[in-house]
């Protein structure tokens, strides 16, 4: 895909939430002049950082995961091809801007909370059940079964861990799923499928890989302190840098340590893989090196807007609608729910990893499903997601009250919904949680809960409850996919392997 219409691509994700608090900011909730002018300047930073990111993901990344992918397959190798997933989604993950961004939120709400420790146990995570998920495709098992298995630890490492710490470790799953890791699995995933004959197989790998994370930092609150009064520990606040462009230098040392540690490890891996994995020519190297560089440097202004003035406009939107509406009134409460409607139905449409599944599905599918309906259906569960999480965020009640009737529901429609579908439905999950949610609704949501009843680490979630729709949406679409092939009598698609009629 070209500039330009990369460009078009991250514009529409960032614009429409940028005219969103600007009219807010101006209106309802007024900001002052200083941070909406800062909000500008990152938004505008944003929309470079993610063209020029996605360009380098477009011409390295992904094509080395598909080389990566098809490569391991032919060497058969169960072995070597495991341990090279395990391996490809720590190093992934690990380099994915929105769980640098993650740990700095985390960190600042949760002291006992450590950067690094957090981004190897959500590492590892990812590594661990990509591994699980790529066992799946090499063995054809059924992805319902796999991630029903998964979901089942999930619930026990939960029921057992700290409350406060479960809205953070299932925000973790979804902040894992970004514009870095998506393609790179996604390819990895289809170039395995394919090699082996299926490539509609490919499908349900982030899904799997997306539960990896939750358990792994759920595993990792049992080595910490229980934590005190919430809201007490994420009470003081930095003192903000002087002048309009005083915060975007001080976060340009942070910003660019970040980059390189992210795309460095993921550079070397490359390297790896050019020497003892993949035959090309010096001039598909060099391609794909540029690509790397491309990355870097769309990362480092992607993570430049994002701490110099994109999450604090958010933390500041949500404090301020959070106040009204915690001081009561039915117009207040609906403002900040209705916000979060805008924002879910702006956001998930345009979020980069969504358009690549949506291409993908569509593609793989031969046009039986259609983009617009995915899209469609998307839209429609992430508004939900965030307005459900705005009300939680001030209201304080418990995260588990809307997770599990969401969750529920998501394995009750796994029984109708066809395999394939619900393979979508779970990679949707973790997509629809992109850039964008893990920067700005959660600052926004923070914010909020800082004024109401919820209050510091408890109002994380909001990533979880994003993740956690599209499981129902999609899954509800495959079952009217297949009540309406079956009404119109038409020829049944060849199922993947693995699906019972």
Sequence with gaps: MNLLAKFRETALSVLPVAAIVLLLGLTAAPLGATVLARFAIASALLVAGLTVFLLGVD?????????????????????????????????????EPDVQVFGDQVRGVVPAVRKIPLTVSIAGGVGAFLLVGILRIVL???VKATLLASYVLLALAAAAAEPAFVGVAFD????????MTVPFVMALGLGVASARGHGEGGFGLTGVASVGPVLAVLLYSFLLPAPGAGPAAAAEAAPEPAGLFAPFGAAAGHALREAASSILPLFAMFLFFKRFLLRMSGRQAARLA???????????????????????????LGAALGAKAAAGGAGAWALLMGTGLAFGAAIVCAEPAVWVLSERVEELTDGAIKRRALLAFLSAATALAIALAMWRAVAGFPLWRLLLPGYALAFLLMLRSPELFTAIAFDSGGVASGPLTSTFVLSFALGAASRGAGGGNDSFGVIALVATMPLVALQLLGVLYERGRRKALGPARPRPEGETA
């Design 59 to 95: 011409a390295g990344v992904e094509p080395l995961g598909e080389r990566a992918g098809a490569a391991l397959t032919a060497k058969r190798s169960l072995v070597l091809l495991l341990g090279v997933a395990f391996a490809v989604g720590f190093v992934v993950t690990a380099a």
């Design 172 to 179: 973790a799953g979804g902040a894992t799923t970004g514009p």
């Design 140 to 142: 054809s098992l059924p």
């Design 290 to 316: 540029i690509g790397f560089g491309w990355s870097f440097a769309g990362l480092f202004v992607f993570l430049l807007g994002v701490n110099g003035g994109f999450m604090q406009a958010g933390a500041a």
